[in-house]
Structures are given as C-alpha cells and as structure tokens.
C-alpha cells in the first residue's frame, strides 16, 4: 500500500502510516511526470498542499488511486467534484492549523502596527547612522487592545482569530453570509473561560467601523473580496491582514489606498501570482510580508500529518 506525499510530510504521519504498513514516498515528482509515477508504483493515496496541481489528467489516468489529501484547508488545487465523482476519497485538515493561521494574523498586525516590517529592513542599512531618525520615524505606533478588529469568514480560523483578539482585549465584529452567529470560548490558563457570542453584520458595516480587517474565505470566483470599492469605505488609517487565498483583496487598489494613505498597513501571507508576486507589492514599505506560511508551525505541521494518517486508515479499513 503506497503513499505518496508529494508536496512532503511530516515524520508523525510518516511514522503512523509506516506502523500501519502503508510504504510512504516523499519523492519530489515533478508535475509533468506524475501520472507516469503514480502508475508505474501503484500509488493508491496522493498527498499534496499547495503546489501539486490534482487536475482531471490525472483523476482520469491513475486508476490506482484511491484517495487525494491536501494537508490544509483549501482545495483550489485539486478537481475535488470532479474526482469525488469517480470515486475517490477526497480529503483535507481544515481544523489542524486554525490556530498556526491566526497567530501569522497578528504577527502582522504587531508588525504593522509598531512599525517592524520596515524597521527591519532599515536598521541593518541605516541603525548605526540614523538610529535617532529611525527612532522619531517609528514613534507613532499603535496598540491593538481596545481596537475593532472586523473578521470577514467566521469559519474555525475566524473564529481562533476572534478568540486570540477578545483575549487581548479588542472588540470583535464579523461579517459571514453563512454564519449567523458564533459562539466564542476563551480560555486561560487557569481553566477559566468566558464565552463571547458574536452577532455577524453586513460586510459594508464592518468595514466603516473596524480598526483592523483580516480575511478568512475561500479563494473567489468572481471578483475581490475588498477592492477599490471596498477600500473606500474603510475608516481612514485602518489596516488590512490577508492569510486566506491570493485574490481576495485586490493588490493595486490595496497599494493604491497605501500610497494615498487611506489604510495605514498591510499584511500578507498569500499573493495574486504565487509564487512570482508582485515586485510593487514586494518592496511597499508598509506592507508586513510571508511567503504563504500561515500553516507552517511545527505544532500544525504535526497536526496535518497526523490527520491525513487518520483518515487514510480510516478510508482504507487499516487498523
């Protein structure tokens, strides 16, 4: 029984398969040669994130296959109607890095609003010669507590964001068509917790008032969540986090709101032209920058492989 793991995987998941007697292969396999591949070795379980495309090519000439993963939420890489529709397994880990994802949101935000991302860039230039002037440049930063931080996707990650805010002690608004309401418990140490309901509004409503937005949704079809448009109607000063899927915020209307100074900074995980982004988008002194890492935490990582092997038993009556 072999799997392949071709956009890698963590040893836990290799371990709890290989005690299952599944044989794992971490090998690289090119996009181009894949169908070969998983033919010639009888792959029956394909185990991609986000570089391996899972199109219908290879739903269609890989009868061995079985199942396709994705470790990770989004599946934009991968037919899954389409193979779900021949019969294969089709599965993810939505709930295995909510919380790696949430604490990337406000590492940017921390970034954005003391000023680090374009502090680190000119410290190492500049520190030793104009650490007064860098000093007055960046002394006009901001605290998140007692901010509106506005959540648009009140899915498990808009939700792990909501509880890491109330923690800090900032007020929370949310805008989800598909969720009416949500249910927060927010632990502490101690064993205590409190629990918050958060009513979701309209998304024109949430933008007018929010200190912060961040974006949690799936990547779209039809246009930009938050575009020019979108922009305008923002409070003067406001800031933008998005660690969900390139697309979702349109990158000229966004540096354009920069440039002019509508909203104060920017933070992004993800990109319109992964993995080529824009160089304009890539040099914005007030743009805080990941290169698609909101999963990538040992904890989560840890948590994905371990899911997928679950599942795959599960799938395959391995016990």
């Not at 990941?290 to 948590?303: I, K």
Request: with cysteine.
């Amino acid at each position: 029984m072999k799997v392949l793991a071709n956009d890698g995987l963590e040893q836990s998941g290799i371990d709890a398969l290989t005690e299952k007697g599944f044989e794992v292969i971490t090998t690289k396999v090119p996009q181009d040669f894949l169908i070969d591949y998983i033919n010639e070795n009888q792959i029956r379980a394909l185990l991609v994130r986000s570089a391996t495309q899972v199109r219908k090519d290879i739903i269609d000439h890989c009868p061995s296959l079985e199942i396709i993963g994705r470790g990770g939420v989004g599946m934009d890489n991968i037919d899954v109607d389409y193979a779900r529709s021949k019969g294969i397994h089709v599965i993810n880990t939505p709930a295995a890095s909510s919380e790696s994802v949430a604490e990337l949101v406000f590492a940017h935000l921390f970034s954005g609003a003391r000023f680090l991302e374009d502090s680190n860039r000119k410290m190492p230039v500049e520190g030793d010669t104009a650490f007064a002037k860098l000093k007055k440049a960046y002394s006009g930063g901001m605290e998140l507590r007692g901010k509106t931080i506005g959540i648009v996707g009140m899915g498990r990650i808009g939700q792990e964001v909501a509880r890491i805010a109330l923690g800090l002690g900032m007020r929370v608004i949310a805008a989800d068509t598909n969720v009416g309401r949500a249910s927060i418990k927010v632990k502490f140490y101690n064993s205590q917790f409190i629990n918050v309901d958060i009513e979701t509004e309209a998304l024109e409503e949430v933008l007018k008032v929010a200190d912060f937005i961040t974006l949690h949704v799936p990547a779209q079809k039809n246009g930009y969540v938050i575009g020019k448009n979108e922009f305008q109607l923002m409070k003067n000063g406001a800031a933008v986090v998005n660690c969900s899927r390139g697309g979702v915020v349109d990158e000229e209307a966004l540096v354009e709101a920069l440039d002019s100074g509508k909203i104060a900074f920017a933070g992004l995980d993800v990109f319109v032209n992964e993995p080529t982004p824009s160089r304009k988008v890539l040099t914005h002194p007030k743009i805080s920058l990941t290169p698609h890492t909101g999963a990538a935490t040992l904890e989560a990582q840890d948590r994905i492989a371990l899911s997928l092997a679950d599942q795959i038993c599960s799938i395959l009556q391995v016990h």
